[in-house]
Structure formats: C-alpha cells, structure tokens
C-alpha cells in the first residue's frame, strides 16, 4: 500500500489559527496530500493551513464538525483516495502516532482504526474522561461489541466502505455514528493506543447542548436498531 498517494489526511477546523500551521507541517512528514475543512473560522485558520501546505475547503458559516469531516471525506474519495486519516485541529493528535494506524490497517485489515487514549487517559480532563467512558459503554452495548473510545477523532477510514453507509449527524455525535455503522455493517474495527495531549487546546465541545444533541442520536440510533430487529 502506497500511503503516501492512497490516503488523504482530513482536519476539520473552526478557530485553530495557533495550532493548524505548526499541525499541517508536522503531518507532511507522514502524508502528502493534507484536506483542511475551515468550518466558518474568523480567525485566519485557513490562511494558515494553505501557507503550510494544505489545501483549503471553506465553509462561510460554522456547520458542524460532522458536516465538516462529511465534506472532507467526500472530497478525498472524489479526488480518487482509498483512505482518510482524521484528525483533530487543535493539536490533540501526535504525529508521530500516525504510522501505528498504517501498521494496524496492514496487518489486521481492519476498515476503520480509531485511537485509544483510555488505556493511559491520566492527561484528559476529569469529566471529559467520565463522559467518554459513559458514552463508550452506551454505544458498546448498542453496537454489540467493545468500544472503547467512541469519542476520539483520531481515526483511519476505508472511503468505499464508509460511502455505503448512511449518516446523518452533523456534528460532535458523528464519532459516535460512524463506530455504530461501521459496526453494524460488519466492517472489522480495531481500536489502537494513542497519547493524551491536552495543552492549549480549548474544546469546542457544549456540554449542554452537544449531549443533547448526542441523546437524540443515540435515542433514534436505538430506535433504529429495534425496528430491524423485528
């Protein structure tokens, strides 16, 4: 597997002029073909990233994080690549923890690997870690096997598998959903350890009302699941 050529890496943004341009040249170690979604920034945000080497897809208004990734991903499998890493844009995600995720989808033939940053979660914040453990054994009993962070954006995506299914959410609860799909449609799922770096960065996260919005998905998501158990 030429990963070089075969995979596009996908950061969606919204304000992340301090951390996108120092992000973007690290990446470029890794891979060469880098999507920015710039998710209605007022801050240069995009500027940036396209001075360090990405290239840009602007939203004029904030949309979500899930219609974000959505517009990414779609553009990577328009433009012919196999692959989408993804990756937060405020600089929670290493680098260097980029080549375990080619190691796994090699070896385990996997079509979705997400990061675990459960197994040493001792740098995430309290209740962010309370909250994603919670989330995470919700979604594992939904699922019908363990899920361990279902909140990390650190993922690597097989595009074609992906493009078969079908998602709906438009923001944060799109982690959440595309474990589900990928579950349920049988796609093997391997989940890797990765680093906790919490530092500058700021979450764009509500807590009111993306739980809220996380409750609804994950109440239609149920529904869903006893209609075709019936």
Not at 23 to 32: A, C, D, E, G
Not at 40 to 54: E, H, K, L, P, R
Not at 73 to 79: H, I, K, Y
Not at 167 to 192: D, Q
Request: one cysteine or more; aromatic letters at 8%; glycine letters at 8%.
């Amino acid at each position: 597997m030429d990963w070089r050529s075969d995979c596009c890496v996908v950061i969606p943004c919204l304000n992340e002029a301090l951390a996108i341009r120092d992000l973007v040249s690290r990446v470029q170690s890794h891979f060469s073909h880098i999507l920015v979604v710039d998710d209605g920034s007022t801050d240069g945000t995009g500027a940036f990233a396209q001075a360090a080497g990405a290239r840009v897809l602007r939203h004029d208004h904030p949309q979500g994080k899930g219609s974000a990734l959505v517009h990414g991903w779609t553009t990577a499998r328009q433009q012919g690549f196999t692959w989408a890493m993804t990756m937060d844009g405020d600089g929670q995600h290493a680098p260097e923890d980029l080549p375990a995720f080619l190691q796994c989808a090699e070896q385990t033939g996997a079509r979705l690997i997400v990061g675990n940053r459960m197994t040493h979660p001792a740098g995430m914040p309290w209740l962010r870690r309370q909250v994603n453990r919670w989330m995470s054994r919700q979604l594992s009993r939904l699922a019908g096997c363990e899920l361990p962070d279902t909140q990390n954006g650190f993922r690597l995506m097989h595009l074609d598998s992906w493009t078969n299914l079908t998602t709906t959410a438009g923001h944060f609860e799109i982690e959440s959903e595309i474990l589900w799909r990928f579950a349920r449609a049988g796609h093997p799922i391997r989940f890797i350890p990765v680093r906790v770096i919490y530092e500058r960065e700021r979450s764009k996260i509500h807590p009111l009302r993306d739980t809220l919005r996380w409750l609804r998905w994950y109440r239609d998501a149920c529904g869903e699941s006893r209609t075709r158990s019936r």
